[in-house]
């Protein structure tokens, strides 16, 4: 889509450009003047196409990635550093600090989200605020897991003081369709557990970290948090090498998860906490409300263009609706506007990889080869920056897309007879993650919702798959997951339970009496947080 720099809204111009010259180590934002990478947008700005240059970054190499290395290590210290043995009160300062300042930078934030990823305004500052309201929810449910740590357990003759302590030194690599929010969701956590973290932003989004340098930078000791820029081999590689990392972080694709686990020397040492690809389908069933169904399952399958692992990548519908159904849905999706991001209504939005576009081409190629039809008028209309959304139906398993996780605006419809049909396919499938079940009657319902909760880990009923409220779990079974992310269950999943034991006597008793009342020691405390 090209534009013109007058048509943009002044508020959302790039005006002058950001070169990120630092990166964060040792509590320091140090000066890089080697190697940097040019930051395009794929939104014009010009009369005749062409990308919008947004700004640099830096492209660090092995020896940044070992000096980033050991200012995590000096900040966890085998344990015995300021950050992990600090008092639980005293992280929570700390986060409170950092997401007060945040706070401050959300206009930067949003504008450079719209830029770098092409998400809507809307959604852009949703993200944002989602982010927000996630870190604050985090200190809560700290708080809550401290409350209920306070005490002390008594089973058999000894006595237990049991908390949940950090793990050790955590690699963090975010996705680029949600840079800051699911980024987010892996760092907070980590961080307030004690783990000090080596962060490197996605390839796209990169640059809307640059506006919480200093926030990181001020709110937390020297070598908790690093911020690292490059290429993701170039650093995480001989990080992973090193032995050293405790816990990879990772949102994005099982491939470059394995690559990453197999270069750690001790593989048992490493705990992972993986948000990876999925594959989730809706199932429409024969009662289901297809004007419920048909909206919801638009939502699910375009919405940020379907770059979201939770998106709808394949809608299995009843043969005995399915006419019906794709009447109805390819006239929805053809009334959906593709725009720039800050304009009004736009659905549909520029695709941030330069790439994307024809890969979407090749699968609809492939797919109309094997007997599928577009079945929308607009579909595969293609432009420099966006291909708009291709319906195809009908879709058979031999097709690329069917197998393949699409991220991105292309949505394949296969019909069915027998639900075994679906079944069967979601249980041979690499991907479990969720699925849409659309259907009302109670006893065709409930035996495929006891079966489909042991192929997924969320079953989401006449609804699109979605991975909010955040206080619900947030999985999968196969390659989509490892760990669970959500605001309690993120936090256990960067700590493990660790206590004092002592046997119920004279001698001992009194000196855990002496420890509670003078209050010398951060883990032994029964302390109520308000």
């Known amino acids: 889509m090209t534009t013109t720099f007058k048509d943009i809204p002044d508020k959302y111009k790039i005006k002058t450009l950001l070169h990120q010259s630092t990166y964060l180590v040792d509590g320091e934002?140090?000066?890089?003047?080697?190697?940097?990478?040019?930051?395009?947008?794929?939104?014009?700005?010009?009369?005749?196409?062409?990308?919008?240059?947004?700004?640099?970054?830096?492209?660090?190499?092995?020896?940044?990635?070992?000096?980033?290395?050991?200012?995590?290590?000096?900040?966890?210290?085998?344990?015995?550093?300021?950050?992990?043995?600090?008092?639980?009160?005293?992280?929570?300062?700390?986060?409170?600090?950092f997401v007060k300042q945040m706070k401050t930078k959300r206009e930067e934030v949003v504008k450079l989200l719209m830029w770098e990823i092409g998400k809507n305004l809307g959604d852009s500052?949703?993200?944002?605020?989602?982010?927000?309201?996630?870190?604050?929810?985090?200190?809560?449910?700290?708080?809550?897991?401290?409350?209920?740590?306070?005490?002390?357990?008594?089973?058999?003759?000894?006595?237990?003081?049991?908390?949940?302590?950090?793990?050790?030194?955590?690699?963090?690599?975010?996705?680029?369709?949600?840079?800051?929010?699911?980024?987010?969701?892996?760092?907070?956590?980590?961080?307030?557990?004690?783990?000090?973290?080596?962060?490197?932003?996605?390839?796209?989004?990169?640059l809307l970290i640059s506006p919480l340098l200093e926030a990181f930078q001020n709110s937390f000791p020297k070598g908790v948090v690093n911020i690292v820029y490059g290429r993701g081999r170039v650093l995480a590689t001989?990080?992973?090498?090193?032995?050293?990392?405790?816990?990879?972080?990772?949102?994005?694709?099982?491939?470059?998860?394995?690559?990453?686990?197999?270069?750690?020397?001790?593989?048992?040492?490493?705990?992972?906490v993986l948000g990876l690809e999925a594959k989730n389908p809706a199932i429409v069933l024969p009662d289901a409300d297809l004007d419920l169904a048909v909206e919801e399952c638009i939502a699910g399958s375009l919405s940020f263009n379907g770059q979201r692992c939770t998106a709808l990548k394949v809608l299995y519908v009843h043969e005995s609706v399915v006419e019906e159904f794709n009447r109805r849905f390819t006239y929805k999706v053809d009334q959906l506007k593709f725009g720039n991001p800050w304009e009004e209504g736009a659905k549909l939005t520029p695709l941030p990889?330069?790439?994307?576009?024809?890969?979407?081409?090749?699968?609809i190629d492939d797919a109309l080869e094997k007997g599928a039809k577009i079945i929308n008028k607009?579909?595969?209309?293609?432009?420099?920056?966006?291909?708009?959304?291709?319906?195809?139906?009908?879709?058979s398993k031999d097709m690329r897309v069917f197998k393949e996780e699409q991220f991105g605006p292309v949505v394949p419809i296969v019909s069915f007879s027998d639900i075994d049909e679906p079944l069967d396919d979601m249980a041979e499938s690499n991907y479990g993650q969720q699925v849409s079940l659309f259907g009302k009657n109670v006893h065709t319902l409930s035996p495929l919702i006891d079966?489909?909760?042991?192929?997924?880990?969320?079953?989401?009923?006449?609804s699109s798959c979605q991975r909010g409220p955040d206080v619900y779990p947030f999985t999968g079974r196969k390659d989509s997951a490892y760990g669970t992310l959500s605001v309690h269950d993120a936090l256990r999943s960067f700590s493990i339970r660790t206590f004092v034991a002592s046997k119920d006597n004279e001698y001992n008793n009194a000196i855990l009496t002496e420890l509670l009342e003078k209050k010398t020691s951060n883990f032994i405390s029964t302390d109520y947080i308000l």
């Open 29 to 97: 934002l140090k000066p890089w003047k080697g190697e940097t990478a040019e930051v395009y947008s794929t939104i014009s700005s010009t009369e005749a196409y062409k990308p919008t240059l947004l700004g640099t970054i830096p492209q660090l190499g092995k020896k940044e990635a070992m000096e980033v290395l050991k200012s995590a290590s000096s900040a966890y210290k085998k344990g015995q550093g300021l950050w992990p043995t600090m008092k639980v009160i005293d992280r929570i300062k700390c986060m409170e600090t």
């Open 125 to 206: 500052e949703k993200e944002f605020d989602r982010t927000i309201d996630y870190i604050y929810d985090t200190i809560e449910a700290y708080k809550q897991i401290d409350r209920d740590s306070a005490k002390f357990e008594k089973n058999s003759g000894v006595y237990a003081h049991i908390r949940r302590g950090p793990l050790g030194i955590v690699l963090c690599l975010g996705p680029y369709n949600y840079p800051l929010n699911e980024t987010f969701a892996l760092l907070i956590p980590a961080l307030i557990m004690g783990n000090p973290v080596i962060f490197k932003p996605a390839k796209h989004g990169v």
């Open 238 to 272: 001989p990080l992973m090498q090193s032995g050293k990392i405790d816990v990879l972080a990772l949102i994005g694709n099982s491939k470059s998860a394995n690559a990453l686990q197999e270069e750690h020397p001790k593989g048992n040492r490493l705990r992972m």
């Open 353 to 363: 990889e330069t790439d994307k576009p024809a890969y979407i081409q090749e699968l």
């Open 378 to 395: 607009k579909g595969g209309e293609t432009t420099e920056n966006y291909i708009f959304p291709a319906v195809l139906y009908p879709v």
């Open 451 to 462: 079966t489909l909760v042991n192929l997924v880990c969320r079953v989401n009923l006449n």
